[in-house]
């Protein structure tokens, strides 16, 4: 089989060939106790660029950049799981280790919650995972649909000497997160009631749980920590559309019961974690730099045939730091640091003005493989900034679809313009349209990263699967501009682009599969599109190198 590369990436996590499906689970092993390796195991055919005989596939790394493929951690083999080894997560238990928790797949296509342990804990690649016989941990009750009852998150440990899980679930039409807890990390006895369930918003997907900080803006919070200044964040991947939603609440403990903030929508039209191409996501805790982490996957946005015919499909984001926004209503995310070793050759504009229509180029840096960061500046004209009616019943996406970059505004649009040809045969634009909410008299920010224009390739046919996939992927911005900036931050790599918006207020990710734009023929902008000059206050740019070890050392 031949794996083309013209659109693989050059630094994010791939493997060499074949489908990558995200629910990925990692943990940070201990460095004194396990040598400080950082673990990913994810879902992955070892047969082809389609989703199918997913086994839980393993890399290491000491730095989130760098990897290393190991053999395979789990693989159907048992009556617990013999028809899949889905997702999952890893705890690590005091006195025992790490304990993965993982949904099987039995013969009747029922899922059940089993558990696996290393074959030996002191070997620091965690390299051979045993699957005990008293499995399963947990099997669907009769009042549970047991076709809809997977990926247990990581466990806490609680004061009152219990483990708790989540495992995602759903019921007719409700979305459902079950709550288990066990002392012994082997006998599980159900909740009384879901920890959080929604009505119409069908199968929950890898949910995530977690705690924040309401005090430390700074650093992330390990799953069992306790303490008055927390909120919780519970994540969901809905299924029938394939994006997430997470909701800032409350979680009582003896209740079991989280409350989503009276303030935050829960359900369809709910924060999410990336407005773009995203899905099956985890967050875990990294003890080394007391930070949490999330990763997501970006699945491809060409047809099957593609990926079958390219040999590979779906990437790993760059892992992300997450943190409670000091608003205490949303989360913010940024790349971690780890990433900005990869920079180098770098170019700096400071001060220019960019007036309506303009367009500069970034020079002396590869465009095709980059990390840029502009901070602009529009606190002269935000009274020109066109109106905002309340009553706009469009959600972002379809705003950004009728105001594409193209569509002149008052303060914007403006941004980056990525992977282009010089004449915009091609391109993919990262850009904010400011509008002023007349209801409030106050600016609303909208971000956008518009793949329509970004590819010349030809559908395969009028159906909707032999079409490409190039949505106008937005979300609005929370932030008022009083001191009259924005920034926008994209990491660039082929055939992914991932933006920050204000700092990581807004993320957005676009897979896109330039045809000319492609390697040393694409180009980057800066632009404006508004009637309004804007400022570029700074922008730094950097070429971004390929790891050493990328899993190139071959698919085991
Ligand atoms: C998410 C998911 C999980 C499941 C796994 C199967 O995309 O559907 O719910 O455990 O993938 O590969």
């Known amino acids: 089989e031949s794996v083309n590369h013209l659109h693989r990436t050059a630094f994010h996590f791939q493997p060499p060939k074949h489908w990558i499906n995200g629910t990925l689970i990692s943990l940070f092993v201990r460095p004194v106790y396990y040598k400080g390796f950082y673990h990913l195991f994810y879902q992955y055919n070892t047969k082809g660029a389609v989703w199918g005989n997913i086994v839980w596939a393993h890399s290491v790394s000491k730095d989130l950049v760098n990897w290393e493929a190991l053999e395979h951690a789990l693989y159907p083999s048992k009556w617990f799981d013999i028809k899949g080894t889905w997702s999952g997560s890893i705890t690590i238990v005091p006195g025992k280790g790490p304990i993965i928790l993982y949904t099987g797949v039995n013969q009747n296509e029922t899922q059940i919650q089993n558990y696996a342990i290393p074959k030996d804990p002191s070997d620091p690649y965690l390299r051979k995972w045993i699957k005990p016989d008293d499995n399963p941990l947990v099997m669907p009750d009769y009042t549970m649909n047991g076709s809809a009852f997977r990926d247990p998150t990581t466990a806490w440990f609680s004061k009152d000497g219990h483990w708790r899980t989540v495992v995602g679930s759903k019921r007719k039409h409700r979305g459902i997160a079950y709550i288990y807890r066990s002392r012994d990390f082997k006998h599980w006895v159900k909740g009384k009631h879901p920890v959080h369930s929604k009505e119409s918003t069908g199968m929950w997907e890898c949910p995530d749980f977690f705690p924040v900080s309401t005090t430390d803006f700074q650093n992330g919070l390990d799953l069992d920590y306790t303490g008055s200044n927390t909120k919780h964040v519970l994540k969901v991947s809905l299924d029938i559309t394939r994006f997430e939603y997470y909701t800032v609440g409350k979680y009582d403990p003896k209740k079991e019961k989280y409350v989503p ?296």
Not at 432 to 439: H, I, L, N, P, Y
Not at 484 to 492: A, D, F, Q, T, V
Not at 498 to 503: D, K, R
Request: proline fraction near 5%; aromatic fraction near 10%.
């Open 261 to 556: 903030n009276g303030d935050t929508p829960d359900g369809w039209d709910g924060l999410r974690f990336d407005y773009g191409n995203f899905y099956a996501s985890k967050t875990f805790f990294d003890y080394k730099k007391n930070r949490r982490i999330l990763w997501g996957w970006a699945n491809e946005s060409d047809t099957v045939e593609d990926d079958i015919s390219k040999g590979w499909a779906g990437l790993q984001v760059i892992p992300r730091t997450v943190l409670l926004d000091a608003n205490k209503k949303q989360l913010v995310f940024w790349p971690i640091e780890e990433i900005e070793s990869l920079r180098s050759n770098y170019v700096r504009m400071n001060n220019k003005n960019i007036k309506t229509g303009q367009r500069l180029e970034v020079k002396g840096i590869t465009p095709a493989q980059a990390d840029v960061e502009v901070t602009f500046n529009v606190g002269q004209c935000l009274d020109k900034a066109e109106e905002f009616d309340p009553s706009y019943t469009f959600k972002p996406l379809d705003l950004c679809k009728i105001k594409g970059s193209n569509v002149t505004g008052g303060v914007g649009p403006f941004g980056l313009i990525t992977l282009a040809t010089p004449d915009l045969e091609e391109y993919t634009p990262v850009f904010f349209r400011v509008f002023k909410d007349t209801s409030t008299d106050k600016p609303k920010v909208l971000m956008c990263s518009d793949a329509r224009p970004s590819s010349l390739k030809q559908d395969r046919g009028p159906l909707k699967q032999d079409r490409m996939y190039k949505p106008s992927f937005a979300g609005f911005v929370d932030v008022d501009l009083s001191d009259g900036r924005i920034s926008l931050r994209s990491l660039i790599d082929h055939s992914v682009v991932e933006s920050f918006g204000a700092l990581g207020k807004t993320v957005i990710t676009s897979r896109v599969y330039p045809v000319k734009a492609v390697k040393g023929n694409a180009h980057l902008y800066v632009f404006n599109n508004g009637t309004q000059t804007v400022n570029i206050e700074s922008l730094d740019a950097w070429s971004m190198e390929k790891p050493l070890q990328m899993m190139n050392n071959g698919a085991l």
